[in-house]
RNA sequence: AGCGGGGUAGGGUAGUCUGGAGUGCCCGCCGGGCUCAUAACCCGGAGAUCGGUGGUUCAAAUCCACUCCCCGCUACCA
């Protein structure tokens, strides 16, 4: 059996987390329940980056210890991958576990061991008050934004990482070893490289980090640069140091799920340090654009962020995976609102997924006894070729990662089926020619069967009830294309509850 | 300023690479049908100078040039 090793970003967590991670959960797992049903032995990693300074000032803020702002904010990111559905194997906390310590000081000694870790003196405009430093482009007319004082120029020693080394390397295995979905970021990594990379520091003072972070290996007066330590934790998820059979049977990643916003960390720092440190490379980066509400940018001063677990609780999981794939390009940026929820769930889930689903086996079990058997098949098997091809244009959708416009194919099944059972009115051919109405729900019934495992991925709750309905075995993607050719069938409830 | 992405009916998208009647999808709107089904489903319709200008061509949403608007990144910041 095959191993598929996917990983979400792991977020930060200052702050608690917001609709665009949770996006992020379910392309992830839409992708990993997708290859589960179809036959690969899926590993999916997610967690929550602690060891950043602006961690501490958000803890401080909150008058918390940075360790107990960590782990509670973190529960919070769990919560919300728990009840998104999110099927994570390995949940790291990048502050709290031990292995992954190991990991960033593993991957430094070795980065260190390829001659590739340097010390140098940085110079910047660091602001007492913040005990930070600024880029000119984050002061306002050239003052602290916080305290409105001139920072002042300092200069401090930190260790940087031989990243000019590697423009070269990288650029091959952007284009031998690494696949970038979609395409078209491809050529806006490798323009960036072809400009020129230069050394990153990855090293703080531990008056700058405050204490916080993992100490440098063999230098307790400097901590580990967050991204450095961070990007570690796809490979501490993975079993790195303490599983090593599971690790070498999982690694190399076969995908890191990404925001736009953090493609160089990905694309361009982390395969370098990989290469330093004598590591294969992650097969592809998945790269998805970011949600907007209303329109406008999620920000906390417009105070238009969008509470996702509000969100679940409101409208339940599978209408707000449903949405977020659905309504939302898969690599574009995208729109949340409740509106369109409200809309897309009532439309397309009530009236027609819910919909169809419902009437026929409804239909089957009031009308037709309860069961419906094979039939020979005449127009049905016209609509079942048909669909046939859109089974095959889904798992070729799926597979280039295009979740999107796979699911519009998927419920276009749905419209198909609405459509057959308007056109044939069983409802008539009951009273009047039995057998044919026999095949109108045969074919209706199987279509049911199809839908109930095509959406496995993305609404996992609905397929299991779909599937159970109609007696049908855990979901084997393969098994789709074939006829199931008997149905017993109790009376359902309703898939989806209409929003008001 | 540089690099990248985007601008297609009221909203959202596909189509652009490999030019060929504005062709499709989802929602919304208007009209009709049907009644198995959650006022659901089915059919029909209105609605677009395909951001703008200029060019190549028998033919441009699609190719070329210029231009306007929106967004992201620009490196020690997740």
Request: a neutral charge; charged letters at 25%.
């Amino acid at each position: 059996m095959e191993d598929f090793y996917i990983t979400t970003a792991i977020p930060y967590v200052n702050a608690r987390p917001h609709i665009g991670f949770a996006l992020e959960c379910v392309q992830a797992d839409v992708i990993a329940r997708h290859r589960r049903i179809s036959g690969e032995r899926v590993y999916l990693t997610t967690g929550t980056d602690e060891n950043s300074l602006k961690n501490v000032i958000a803890a401080e803020k909150a008058g918390m210890k940075t360790k107990d702002f960590c782990a509670a904010n973190s529960a919070l990111f769990r919560e919300l991958a728990d009840r998104i559905g999110l099927s994570y194997d390995a949940f790291i906390e990048t502050a709290s576990d031990p292995d992954h310590r190991k990991v960033a000081e593993t991957l430094w000694r070795a980065c260190s061991k390829s001659g590739d870790i340097y010390m140098k003196k940085y110079s910047g405009l660091y602001c007492v008050g913040c005990e930070l430093f600024y880029k000119e482009s984050e002061l306002v007319g050239g003052l602290c934004p916080e305290h409105r004082t001139k920072p002042e120029i300092v200069e401090e020693e930190n260790y940087f990482f031989r990243l000019s080394k590697y423009g070269g390397r990288l650029l091959e295995a952007l284009d031998k070893e690494i696949t970038i979905i979609p395409d078209s970021r491809k050529s806006e990594i490798t323009n960036f490289i072809k400009e020129g990379l230069e050394d990153f520091s990855i090293s703080r003072s531990i008056k700058r980090s405050r204490g916080w972070g993992i100490p440098v290996p063999g230098d307790s007066s400097q901590t580990i640069y967050v991204w450095f330590d961070a990007l570690g934790a796809y490979l501490s998820g993975a079993g790195l140091p303490s599983d090593m059979k599971k690790f070498n049977s999982l690694w190399p990643a076969d995908m890191h799920v990404i925001g736009k916003g953090v493609v160089r960390f990905h694309a361009i720092y982390w395969p370098a340090m990989l290469m330093s440190a004598g590591i294969p490379l992650p097969k592809s980066i998945f790269i998805h654009g970011y949600v907007t509400v209303n329109g406008q940018k999620m920000s906390k001063s417009i105070g238009n962020v969008v509470d996702p677990v509000q969100m679940l609780e409101k409208y339940g999981m599978d209408p707000v995976r449903y949405y977020l794939t659905r309504s939302i390009s898969t690599f574009q940026d995208g729109d949340f609102s409740e509106k369109a929820v409200k809309e897309a769930t009532n439309s397309e889930l009530v009236g027609n997924l819910g919909n169809f689903v419902n009437r026929t086996l409804t239909f089957i079990s009031s009308v037709m006894g309860g069961s419906v058997d094979e039939q020979d098949l005449g127009e049905g098997k016209l609509l079942l070729d048909e669909v046939y091809k859109i089974v095959d244009e889904v798992e070729r959708l799926m597979r280039q990662g295009q979740l999107n416009a796979a699911i519009l194919r998927i419920m276009e099944i749905s419209s198909l089926g609405n459509r057959y059972f308007q056109d044939n009115e069983p409802w008539k051919l009951a009273k009047e020619d039995a057998a044919a109405a026999k095949e109108v729900l045969f074919v209706c019934a199987n279509l049911c069967r199809i839908l109930g495992i095509l959406i496995y991925p993305y609404m996992p709750e609905t397929s299991n009830r779909i599937l159970k309905y109609i007696g049908e075995e855990p979901t084997r993607l393969s098994g789709a294309k074939s006829l199931k050719k008997h149905f017993e069938i109790a009376a359902p409830n309703i898939l989806f509850r209409k929003i008001e």
